[in-house]
């Protein structure tokens, strides 16, 4: 009589392996612009211009110049997330093992793993809103704050002295002359400031790595030697091309100080400070991120904003 194995299932080991985090891209923006902590609901960023007339020596005084002292506000809006872990419903799957002996369970068996993953999306997050975030227009996340998109649209039209367009389906011809043309429209005040950097998307970053490359085939020296990962100076000049998350699929590229960008939060590190906890009365694991976020510009017209067309 054969063996007869026709009401079993094939095997498949669940636990051979351990659980894999996700792969998250997560934002650079915020340790690169200036971040301004302790914005409850807003706050000023306080700034100082001042002007010199000179004149001929000569005895006497006569007052010339001024200095003025103004301010531009930043808001920031409350951002949370919640969610719940029944940690029963893991007791069914190969998650079991991991488990500690016992009905009363209060600890995820993979937390480290779910708190590094938790922390790169909440990251990731905050790059996103600070770029593309849209209270009026975004959908979902998005839709929680507005960020510098939102910010310099309404701020610095396509037709401005320090506005422009580019045209992505040209993109691949024309990338090295637009990035070149936006630093020509830079405030001459602040063309040889230490931090100039020009953000743009992966894509578009990847676009402008391979023009130069293709134009200076055995002269380009590209990132690898530039110290930061997908970042490099434009030829000649002294700003950083940078590539940011927040950026991916926003059709536009920002030049500007990166001092003069602001990003405001409450306490600097309460995106990251996420909390895990048991609540006994609901029995249920949970986690708990909350944050402010709002973003603005000291000096609009020290940045430069292009769109796509």
Known sequence: MSLNLSGLSAYTNENAMDLIKEAVL?????DLVNVQGGVKSSATINRLSTSLTAAAGACGWSATGST?????????DDIKINES??????????????MNPGSYNTDIPFEQLFAENKRDQVMALVEDLVWKGDKVGGSGNLALADGFKVLFDAAIASTASNGGTYSSAALSSTII????????KLDTDVI?????????????????????RDANLFHYTGAENQG??????????????????????????LLS???????????LTDAEDFKIFYSQDNDEVRFLAKWKLGVQAAFVENVVWYRAV
């Open 85 to 98: 872990i029944c940690l029963n419903d893991l007791e069914g799957f190969y998650t079991q093992v991991q």
């Open 257 to 267: 100080p990166a001092s003069n960008l602001y990003v405001g939060t409450d306490l």
């Open 68 to 76: 003025t002292l103004d301010q531009r506000t930043i808001s920031v």
């Open 26 to 30: 997560k934002g650079r923006t915020v």
């Open 192 to 212: 040889d400031a230490e931090d100039l950097h020009l953000f743009m998307s992966y894509s578009d970053y990847r676009t402008y790595a391979k023009a130069l």
């Open 228 to 253: 930061l990962e997908f970042s490099q100076m434009v030829p000649g000049t002294n700003v950083r091309v940078v590539a940011v998350r927040g950026l991916n699929g926003a059709s536009r590229w």
């Open 177 to 184: 002359d637009k990035v070149d043309e936006m630093i020509a």
